[in-house]
């Protein structure tokens, strides 16, 4: 299809210049009179065919490699998000975590880190602690889900590691997320 | 004024907590006076090589205190006095100098010796004549005694300047933050660092010693806890457990250290004994317990556990028995630690969007919050048990060390001017 299409319309093209050159050999030479101004004569241009717009092509579908971490960020979702000081899994996650374990149930060879992580509004020491117990929340679900707990290892960064640096409540609840990294078997 | 009238700032200010420095007792109490002025004391240039600087550290050390004012040198009448003749008092007099500090400094066969003395201007008596000797390359720390030795005799409580700081410097923007353990005199002098900042450190704390500190170290494959020799820079782990592993303190005689372990999302207090490596289990509630920190005895410890359903600090025997809680104000409290001279236990406390430096009394009673900030936290203590030091955030700035006395008067930044977080006293050197 796509070759078709370019091949009428380098055709197309072909046309369009003979007929141009085909009019320039056609036009009138000057005569030698006495002197007048010069004038402005109306160049005579050749009628040229409308331009003819290429079929329409089809467009070329492109996504990440199935199986890949990309693959798995856009299929599933590598972040879920919690309440403040709270570390039970949101309806909103659900979906996600959900999604995640039906992506690493096609992909048996992936193995995966699931990070927890705190917003910036609570001590460090605590806020380990508390990392701990969201990702195990994550770790919990996938395998209530069916995913090996041995394909499943868990960190905490406590407040270290904030992807948002705002310091307002959106930036807050979007640094209390439990990120699910993919270690290896990826492609 | 006389010379009283730091201690009787110092009695006031901490009457309040029921607290009398002992030592002091021949001092009357002047309750109608609630004058906290800070003391004029006048530390002229030390004789001899170095003396110049040594009287600076001392004048930088005492002023940081909030208890002396030390008095600009220009005013000086009487120069370069004599170690062995005493000062002509009127003339300090005259600049309301409360106290006098002069000294010389002499280099004998490769060492410095420096000979002070302490005056009461007004009384005209010599409070303190001592004399410190040490290799050359050792002079602020004979300044740093000297200013022990001074704010000893003058308040009645040990000093607190002849020792160091362990934290975690901190660079980078907050999205790529490296911390880096590191390591500097009290007043932020001889910084260095000990690790290379890959990977992300906390917690570092002294031991008894001085010449070891613990702190824990993560990577995303997890955590570990070490000790670490600051005379030959040797690391070790403390051992592979089984989920991760933080918030290491060492007991008050050096032999244990205290932590906790996350199993399956728990959070649980254990204690090793350096000598054998056993670890032992202190705690086993499904809540969070973390930040354990023993008392000067090493017979108890205050720790931060969520089982009443919000962060609190609960106190229990050095073998895990009657855990009972002691804080009960409103807010989180995290971060315990109990002071060195076992009258208080300092934490953080957050109440709505404020983050407090604290202290309470080893039961709970007493509770007062020194200071009020958008992030405080990581108190430690001064070996003094007068003096905090702590991290202390404003919004979408760098982390700073900043210290507080104990009354919450007192409240200025560290002597370190980049940015640092976790910092831990380390107890006076030897």
Redesign the interface.
Known sequence: MIFAARTSLRLTLVAVAALSMAACGSRPKPQLQTPTPPQETPVQRPAQPAYQPPAPRPPIEQGPLAGSTQDFVIKAGDLVYFDV?Q?DIRPDAVATLKAQAGWLTRYPAVQI?I?GNAD???????N???G??R???VRDFLVSQGVAPSRI?????GK?K??D???DEAAYERNRNAHT?LTSGAR | MRLSTLLLALCLSLGGLGFIPAARAEIEVDVNKGDVKPLPIAIPGFGGDRGAEISQVIASNLERSGLFAPLDPKGFAEQNLQIAIQPQFALWKAINAQALVNGQVTVEGGRLRVDFRLWDVFSEQQLLGLQFTSTPENWRRIAHKISDAVYERMTGEKGYFDTRVVFVAETGGRLNRTKTLAIMDQDGANPSYLSDGKAIVMSPRFSSNSQEITFMSLRPEGSSIYLFNLETARRESLGEFPGMVFAPRFSPDGGKVAFAVERAGNSDIYVMDLQSRQARRLTSDPAIDTSPSFSPDGGRLVFNSDRGGAPQLYVMNGDGTSAARISFGTGRYTSPVWSPAGDFIAFTKQTGNTFHIGVMRPDGSDERLLTSSYLDDSPTWAPNGRVLMFSRETPGGPSRLWTVDITGRILRPAPYPGSGSDPAWSPLLN
């Open positions: 000081d570390y880190r990070e910036e509004r609570g001590t460090r020491e605590y380990l602690s508390l701990s117990r990702a195990n929340s290892s868990t960190v905490s960064y270290e904030p992807i640096p705002g310091t990294a």
